[in-house]
Structure formats: C-alpha cells, structure tokens
C-alpha cells in the first residue's frame, strides 16, 4: 500500500460506482484503475453468496483489445493513470446539452450519446478523463495545486465536471469545451473532501474539514448557504433522488438527513448510543462515519462507520433496518436498481450486499412524485387542504 501524508483521519483510496449499470469500478489504492462490466460482477455477486469479495485475485476477466465494430460491448479495461488514484466519477453526454462556450466549432471533441467517461483524480491534482470503452485517455485537466478528493458529473449531461480537493477549492469543468475551468468555488477554510449535484444539476453540495457543509447555485456558482449542526469534519454527502433531501457523514458519529431547500434538519442517524457530547464528537470517538449513499427508491441509505458495521436505513426510522459487518470500510454506493450495495476496504476489497427490498408507501411516491418538480417552498404554497400538505412533506 503506498504511503500518504501523515493525518489520522485521512482517507484511504476505494472507490465504487456504476453510472448506467453498464460498468463497475474501483482503484485500490495504487496508480491502476479497473473497469469491469456489472454483469460480471453481478453474476460473480450471484454466484458466491450475498456477500462477495472483489480483489486482484478473485476476479479474473478475459481482456480484449478495442475495436470500433464492438466499441459499446462491455468489456473490462486496466488503466494505468500515472499517480495514484483518490477519486472517481462517470459521465455520459446528452446532445441538447451544449457547451456555454460560444464557439463550439473549434472544440478538439465532439462526445456521442452512446460514449461513457470516466474521470479520474489524482495525488498531483490533475484530473484524467478516459473513454471507458476503450481505455484511451482523452483529456488531461491541470489546475488543482492538491490531491483531488472527489469528482461528481453533472446528472444532466451537460458533461459539467466539478472537483473536489485539498487545495481548499471546487473547480468546474466543461468537457464539451475540451475540458476548459469555468469557475473556481471558493468558501471552505480546509480540505474539500467530498461533492454531489441535485439530480436537476441546479444545486451542488460540498463538505470538508471543520464541519463544513456548502450549498452552491451551479447556475449562477454562487453559495445559496452554509449547513450548520456538525461537530467534527464532514467527509460525505449524497441527495436523494427526488432532489428534496441530502445525507451528510461526519466523524461526530453522525449521518444527518437536510432540506436543503431551508437548511432543517430533518432526520439524524446515530452510530454510538447514547450520543456523544459535542466535545466527544468532536475528537477521536472510534465511531467515525466515513461514508453515506442514498437508495435510488429514495427510501433507503446506507452509511459506513469505524465501528466495523454497514448500516442500511430507512429515511423515516430512527434505528437500521439491517445491520452487517465490515472491517475497515472506506466508501460505498449503490448499484443503479438499488438492489446491491458495493463498499470498499483499506485493504482494496469490495464486497457486495443484496440491499432491503421493501414496498414504499403511498405517501413516499407521492412526495417523491411532486418533490422531483417542485422545491420545499412551493410545496408549502401550494393552495391545498393543510392535511394533504402535510401527507406531500418531509418532516422531522
């Protein structure tokens, strides 16, 4: 395992993550990156049980060389990226959504809609952009001063690109306009550890380090607010999919549930009992929670802690739905049915869970329903019976 800068709480490189549920991939900790076809990993999942151990040598694939006839057939790929490697995100492009640069004419790419990314982020601060068809490196990003923690897409696909580093800056790139810095975000006073967009793209969320937690309007990239209630550094965050509730993990041993469309919190997810006092939760407790992902039915989430537990919720109970062990868990997420959650190890591992299966209410698909067209504020205005607007509400 390479060696890093000596800070305690610093996170490890696992990532995991499908986009289209054509591809899965993970970097363990070194300068490789592996892309393997979810089918694969899917039927290896299937084949060995509800929990599957994913590593260098339990999982051989056949390589194939890429070839312009069978360019979208999954197939897997290694890719060697220079540096090592602390983060990941895939992307794909939407026609309609053109570059806001002016002269599209000039631009080095033109990206198809059938062409998946994948982008990469570095030790040195650069960031590399990869066809996950073939393998081929397409664009290499230099602006970052520091490691890249995290990288999000756009759900748009516009092929809007933000970054996330220790450098204290969120960098926003376009790559319909050859990968070009729009805007740098600037307002944390330490490390930026992770981002996520709103599912509409209006909306960014980003945390770091002295409990930060940052609302950006990504159309104007302006801050809309600052969440406050944490007590120690914040290191994940996720939304929901209806865009009406985001999910933050901190090392105070909490997970909190936001509107960030007023900044209430809504919900708090407890990974010590009783709970900590603030000055506790501020240090080394043993109960950091490292990761948080939402379920695409947007009724589930799961979170990762040091107490080497995984821990799946529901969003209106206070205590796990499920509870499974898992030593030295870094990061999770969950496949694009929501059916199976992948979580990364120090040791460069994944191991895969079949996630609760439940039936939503009534009530949460409609909240959902409207809630993926209409932010808290309109919803409160809406001219309808009190007890209907209550039923159509998240609540604390």
């Known amino acids: 395992m390479a060696s890093f800068p000596p800070r305690v709480n610093e996170k490890e490189i696992v990532r995991s993550r499908t986009i289209d549920g054509s591809y899965f991939a993970w970097s363990q900790g070194r300068r490789t990156v592996k892309l393997v076809p979810w089918s694969q990993c899917l039927q290896n999942f299937l084949l060995h049980g509800t929990k599957n151990v994913t590593n260098s040598s339990s999982l051989r694939l056949p390589r194939q060389n890429s070839d312009g006839g069978q360019k979208n057939k999954p197939r897997e790929h290694i890719i060697d990226c220079g540096d090592i490697v602390w983060s990941l995100a895939f992307g794909s492009s939407v026609p309609e959504k053109q570059s806001r640069c002016v002269n599209i004419e000039w631009h080095r790419f033109r990206f198809g809609q059938d062409q998946l990314l994948l982008a990469t982020g570095l030790n040195n601060g650069r960031i590399k952009i990869w066809d996950v068809y073939t393998g081929k490196l397409l664009l290499n990003l230099v602006d970052h001063t520091e490691v890249v923690r995290d990288l999000t897409f756009a759900p748009d696909g516009s092929l809007i690109l933000v970054s996330a580093s220790r450098d204290k800056t969120l960098r926003v790139w376009d ?21 996520a967009f709103s599912p ?7 945390v770091g380090a002295s409990k930060a937690v940052f609302l950006w309007n990504m159309d104007k990239y302006t801050m809309i607010r600052k969440l406050e209630g944490h007590h120690h550094d914040v290191v994940a965050c996720d939304f929901s999919p209806d865009g009406a509730l985001l999910a933050t993990a901190s090392y105070d041993t909490r997970v909190y549930i936001w509107d960030p469309h007023n900044g209430d919190i809504l919900m708090e997810f407890g990974h010590l009992f009783p709970p900590p006092t603030p000055i506790f939760a501020g240090g080394a407790n043993d ?28 969003i209106d109970e206070d205590y796990p739905v499920q509870v499974a062990p898992l030593s030295n868990g870094l990061c999770c997420a969950f496949s694009t049915d929501g059916s199976v959650l992948a979580a990364g190890t120090h040791d460069g591992s994944v191991y895969f869970w079949a996630t609760p299966r439940q039936v939503p209410s009534l009530q949460h698909l409609c909240r959902m329903s409207i809630r993926r067209v209409m932010p808290t504020q309109e919803v409160q205005e809406l001219p309808i019976p009190s007890k209907l607007l209550e039923f159509l509400s998240y609540h604390s």
Do not use: E
């Not at 509409?200 to 980003?206: I, N, Q, T, V, Y």
């Open 175 to 195: 790559l319909k306009d050859d990968g070009n810095m729009m805007k740098v975000l600037r307002g944390h006073q330490n490390w930026v550890y992770s981002c």
């Open 287 to 314: 109960r950091w929670v490292r990761s948080v992902s939402f379920s695409h039915d947007g009724l589930h989430i799961a979170s990762l802690a040091d107490d080497k537990m995984v821990r799946f919720w529901r």
């Open 200 to 206: 509409d793209s209006s909306m960014l969320c980003s």
